[in-house]
T-cell receptor
């Protein structure tokens, strides 16, 4: 069975602080994909990043960075120098190669950046 | 610019009514999905479709049905709406081929209230 855990329900930071959103996943499949989505107040989920299980290289995109560690089954997301526009709900999701086409989502982390 | 649209942003219905939620994508995607989003539960898959007239149950199909008569359109049907179906409904689509690899694109969501 697949499972994604986002233990942080809500996080508040002051603008310009760094913040890390945690994601821990469970799967027995050796081939899988991990995703992060952002859901701003408008409601539409926006794709941020995809990682496959064979690529443990960390990635940086502007103020965003992702740390994928298979040893701890984690795929954490860090926002550097947070801004008010980063306020949203962030979802981590898992997709396995052998299963159906759907994503298994975590319960989300609501990030509030205070000006 | 990829686009997934949903027929309504907000909908209010009465218990026992038949409810249709429509989703249209303009990306020529084979795969389409319906999720519901509830606080503390993240997104849960209701149904998905990988081709016209094809459908597969997701994790919580009870009380719902779907229709896919055309490639671009995927409808979610609540045969007899109940108050526990009050939720945010999100439609998504993705391209085929290396299906497991491709991210899903989401619509803006329909917030359904059943009175």
């Amino acid at each position: 069975a697949q499972k994604v855990t986002q233990a942080q329900t809500e996080i508040s930071v002051v603008e310009k602080e760094d913040v890390t959103l945690d994601c821990v996943y469970e799967t027995r499949d050796t081939t899988y994909y991990l995703f992060w989505y952002k859901q701003p107040p408008s409601g539409e989920l926006v794709f941020l990043i995809r990682r496959n299980s064979f690529d443990e290289q960390n990635e940086i995109s502007g103020r965003y960075s992702w740390n994928f560690q298979k040893s701890t089954s984690s795929f954490n997301f860090t926002i550097t120098a947070s801004q008010v526009v980063d306020s949203a709900v962030y979802f981590c999701a898992l997709k396995v190669w052998s299963g159906a086409n759907n994503l298994f989502f975590g319960t989300g982390t609501r990030l509030t950046v205070i000006p | 610019d990829v686009k997934v649209t949903q027929s309504s942003r907000y909908l209010v219905k009465r218990t026992g009514e038949k409810v249709f939620l429509e989703c249209v994508q303009d990306m020529d995607h084979e795969n389409m999905f319906w999720y519901r989003q509830d606080p503390g539960l993240g997104l849960r898959l209701i149904y998905f479709s990988y081709d016209v007239k094809m459908k597969e149950k997701g994790d919580i199909p009870e009380g719902y049905s779907v229709s896919r008569e055309k490639k671009e359109r995927f409808s979610l049907i609540l045969e007899s709406a109940s108050t526990n179906q009050t939720s945010m409904y999100l439609c998504a689509s993705s391209s085929p081929g290396t299906t497991s690899y491709n991210e899903q694109f989401f619509g803006p969501g329909t917030r359904l209230t059943v009175l």
